[in-house]
């Protein structure tokens, strides 16, 4: 009976959010790390190359605005008419 109970808590833990040390996971939501777009509920993973990270976004424009971060505007990028972020929200991607 024991090894039962024990293997149904090892089995119940499998889907949890974060790990001890490591931080929370990522969920796919707008501005999260992303490393491809099946990362992303958008299904848009863009790097910014020259800021040094992949973020989930999704399209802007002068009509349609981006989506605070937390709190803080996020910019549309005039180049690639998508929102903008200074940073991507602090969390990892699982593999």
């Given at each position: 009976?024991?090894?039962?109970?024990?293997?149904?808590?090892v089995v119940g833990?499998?889907?949890?959010?974060?790990?001890?040390?490591?931080?929370?996971?990522?969920?796919?939501?707008?501005?999260?790390?992303?490393?491809?777009?099946?990362?992303?509920?958008?299904n848009d993973c863009h790097t910014f190359a020259v800021e040094g990270f992949n973020v989930c976004t999704q399209p802007c424009s002068a009509t349609i605005?981006?989506?605070?971060l937390d709190g803080a505007a996020v910019a549309c990028d005039s180049v690639t008419g998508v929102c903008k972020p200074t940073a991507s929200r602090v969390c990892r991607v699982l593999p």
């Open positions: 009976m024991r090894i039962l109970l024990a293997v149904v808590l833990c499998a889907g949890d959010e974060t790990d001890v040390g490591k931080g929370a996971v990522c969920t796919g939501v707008l501005y999260d790390n992303c490393a491809s777009e099946h990362d992303c509920m958008s605005p981006c989506p605070d």
